[in-house]
């Protein structure tokens, strides 16, 4: 199994579920490409790019296929690898790109990102988690320092501004499971889902959690550990 962060996290986001996840699978949770402690961005920054370096950790851990769980940023990726026939099946975390072309409130999801990036990531997973009291204090600190320390961010941010949100869904021949949080601030519930669900993956098994913030990972992680598991 690999576990792939969001926008301005790391591999940590997956603590929380970890325990249960590696009772039953090997885990390989990478930090991406451009953000703290994962592999410097080279060449053209893009998404393909941020896969292409998923591709290699996958590759130098044997893992020819996975089932791919990914959160975000992380969501568009694992998908992005699902159609590069990577992919045994698929959990998507409220996956990003989903707006529909004349949807404006991409910008107020960029704007957000931005202010964090120029503010040292102040709010951190206190924006993306409805519940954090369960949260450990210093997994908290980190989610908030992981952003503030994203050295690829502005970069991924202005391609995610001007770049190419597409998804060959078409190559995709694998289970997709997308899960999303019907009080999302960052990407909200069903507008920044629209083309997954009426262009891209409308046959996908949908799964939306009732009063559950963008990153189910550590707002529920029991109920999510059971989500990703049941369908792998």
């Known amino acids: 199994m690999v576990c792939l962060h969001g926008f301005l996290d790391t591999w940590r986001t997956w603590e929380l579920v970890l325990p249960a996840l590696e009772r039953e699978r090997e885990v390989l949770a990478p930090t991406l490409a451009g953000h703290a402690g994962g592999p410097p961005l080279t060449g053209e920054v893009t998404y393909a790019a941020v896969a292409d370096a998923v591709e290699r950790a996958m590759d130098a851990a044997g893992f020819e296929l996975a089932h791919l769980v990914g959160n975000s940023l992380g969501g568009h990726v694992a998908l992005q690898l699902a159609a590069r026939g990577r992919a045994r099946t698929v959990v998507a975390l409220a996956p990003a790109g989903g707006w529909p072309a004349d949807d404006a409130s991409r910008w107020e999801t960029f704007a957000l990102q931005d202010r964090m990036l120029q503010h040292g990531g102040t709010a951190g997973p206190r924006l993306v988690a409805e519940h954090v009291e369960h949260i450990p204090a210093e997994l908290l600190e980190h989610g908030r320092l992981a952003a503030a320390r994203c050295e690829g961010g502005p970069a991924l941010l202005e391609y995610a501004r001007h770049g190419d949100w597409t998804l060959d869904a078409e190559r995709i021949d694998c289970p997709v499971r997308i899960v999303w949080g019907s009080a999302d601030r960052l990407l909200p519930w069903p507008a920044a889902a629209e083309r997954y669900r009426r262009e ?21 992680p029991l109920e999510t ?5 049941g369908f792998t």
């Open 225 to 229: 550990a059971q989500l990703i598991l």
């Open 200 to 220: 891209w993956l409308p046959h996908a098994d949908w799964v939306v959690l009732d009063g559950v913030g963008h990153a189910p990972q550590l707002d529920v």
